[in-house]
């Protein structure tokens, strides 16, 4: 069974950068499309961005050419590199395959805000 560890959240002014990272136990990580879901307060989750097993990207409309999303399945870890960051970006970042076949991890808190 693989386990999702997500980090690198944190409190940053709107216009702010962070590097969200996921890291996943299990040797079969890499034969995975993966995705970064996002759920603000009282909002369902949703899918912000994912990449292909051979690393092809998509993202949503909502944060299209703002967060950038990346593999290495070397270190069988997945990164949300999030720049220009609104307040609206708030919500808890989570990781998961597309579609979704592991155990939600704990999430990373991102908060935007001045």
């Known amino acids: 069974q693989v386990q999702l560890v997500e980090s690198g959240g944190g409190l940053v002014q709107p216009g702010g950068s962070l590097r969200l990272s996921c890291a996943a136990s299990?040797?079969?990580?890499?034969?995975?499309?993966m995705g970064w879901y996002r759920q603000a307060p009282g909002k369902q989750r949703e899918l912000v961005a994912s990449?292909?097993?051979?690393?092809?990207?998509n993202y949503a409309d909502s944060v299209k050419g703002r967060f950038t999303i990346s593999r290495d399945n070397a270190k069988n870890t997945v990164y949300l590199q999030v720049n220009s960051l609104k307040p609206e970006d708030t919500a808890v970042y989570y990781c998961?395959?597309?579609?979704?076949?592991?155990?939600w991890g704990q999430g990373t808190q991102v908060t935007v805000s001045s």
């Open positions: 998961n395959s597309l579609p979704r076949s592991f155990a």
């Open positions: 299990g040797s079969i990580f890499s034969i995975y499309a």
């Open positions: 990449i292909t097993s051979g690393g092809n990207t």
